[in-house]
């Protein structure tokens, strides 16, 4: 699923691209592109046609293109195939295209939500007074936020009994780091994805935090990363931050480090890459016997 450097890609060229133009026309090729959308596909191409997009915004994996003259906004989801397309006008459908907006200047380009697996698609919904769409207001900003705050994280993160891989991708609590990139920070930081985040001193959890931020602004300068043809920008190219990759995907392949062999171990139905003489696993107190 794309985290923040792929959806910021993304949102970059919708900002370019869309950004102030008019929807005269949306088409909805399929249900399952609308299905958060409950009063369905009519009804959302309905309430589009003679709005005018605003600039795109994107809070972690999130984007969204507010309707400049309305407290409304349509909220997008790439789920793990969905790509948001500036195409030509005369450009043959794609395959899986799902919904087609069209706009009423002559600059001969249509935006398309195309997705292969259907679990991304596209749905409007009111915005909070901050200008978010009112069913992600749950969601934490992201260390790339100016507003990010690193001290409530850190005394957030104390007051959570859980470890310090599944506190980076609790989305309440900090956004937009997915999979891919809690490896790569957690290998920089020389942590094991599996230490209590209780036992982290907060000169160890700023460490993080920057490792988290370093490893984003890598992923962002080289487009994100690109597994397969599934995640492209708006126009339709791959990131190539896999090539760069220190940990993820990388089992049986020597730690750039140390030279230990990566190790990969399954965990909540995904898999964590760590190298085992850089990041140690956490001691396991003996369990206390009876008098």
């Not at 397309?85 to 799902?98: F, G």
């Not at 790569?184 to 599996?194: N, P, S, T």
Request: glycine share 8%; charged share 30%; aromatic share 8%.
């Amino acid at each position: 699923m794309p985290e923040l450097p792929e959806v910021e890609v993304v949102r970059r060229g919708l900002e370019r691209w869309v950004a102030g133009r008019t929807v005269t026309d949306t088409q909805v090729l399929h249900p399952r592109a609308v299905r958060r959308h409950v009063a369905g596909g009519e009804d959302f191409a309905a309430r589009l046609k003679g709005h005018r997009l605003g600039v795109a915004r994107r809070r972690g994996k999130y984007l969204w293109l507010p309707l400049a003259d309305t407290d409304s906004s349509i909220l997008g989801h790439l789920g793990m195939s969905g790509q948001l397309l500036v195409q030509p006008e005369s450009a043959p459908d794609e395959k899986h295209l799902r919904i087609r907006i069209r706009f009423e200047d002559d600059l001969g380009t249509e935006l398309r939500f195309v997705d292969q697996r259907t679990f991304g698609g596209l749905s409007l919904h009111d915005n909070t007074p901050d200008g978010l769409p009112d069913v992600i207001a749950h969601i934490a900003r992201d260390p790339l936020d100016p507003e990010f705050d690193d001290a409530a994280f850190y005394a957030a993160l104390r007051l959570r009994r859980t470890t310090i891989k599944r506190a980076l991708l609790d989305q309440s609590l900090i956004s937009g780091v997915g999979n891919i990139y809690a490896d790569e920070a957690l290998w920089r930081a020389k942590l094991h994805y599996d230490r209590p985040t209780a036992s982290l001193p907060r000169p160890r959890a700023v460490e993080l935090l920057g490792h988290v931020r370093d490893v984003l602004h890598a992923a962002l300068a080289d487009g994100g990363t690109s597994f397969d043809s599934l995640y492209v920008n708006v126009n339709g190219e791959s990131g190539y931050f896999d090539r760069s990759l220190d940990v993820y995907g990388r089992e049986g392949e020597p730690c750039r480090r140390c030279g230990t062999l990566i190790r990969r171990r399954p965990w909540m139905n995904r898999s964590s890459y760590f190298c085992p003489r850089c990041q140690r696993p956490p001691r396991t107190r003996p369990p206390r016997l009876a008098p």
